[in-house]
Nanobody, 119 residues
């Protein structure tokens, strides 16, 4: 059984910073791409950032220059450093990972963590 567990969300003032973490556990053979999505109230889920197993990154235009995605392959963990946060960054943030677990290769999702940017 593979699980992704997120942590690090919370309430922060505009201009502040937060760091999200997402750790994968279970019978994992390998992890390919990992990423973060977010969903604001009344909106669809959107890609925030992604990172390949080799470290290549991709960012949504709205977060480029403010957010940084990274991963620790030894810990099966992906991070999202969020700086200069804006009220429009308020959303539930979800991590995902493309994981090979035995004969299966599929995308797994975390349960989501709330990020609220407000004064």
């Amino acid at each position: 059984q593979v699980q992704l567990v997120e942590s690090g969300g919370g309430l922060v003032q505009p201009g502040g910073s937060l760091r999200l973490s997402c750790a994968a556990s279970g019978s994992i053979f390998s992890i390919n791409a990992m990423g973060w999505y977010r969903q604001a109230p009344g909106k669809g889920r959107e890609l925030v950032a992604s990172i390949t197993s080799g470290g290549s990154t991709n960012y949504a235009g709205s977060v480029k220059g403010r957010f940084t995605i990274s991963r620790d392959n030894a810990k099966n963990t992906v991070y999202l450093q969020m700086n200069s946060l804006k009220p429009e960054d308020t959303a539930v943030y979800y991590c995902n990972a493309d994981i090979s677990a035995g004969p299966l290769n599929r995308r797994y999702w975390g349960q989501g963590t709330q990020v609220t940017v407000s004064s």
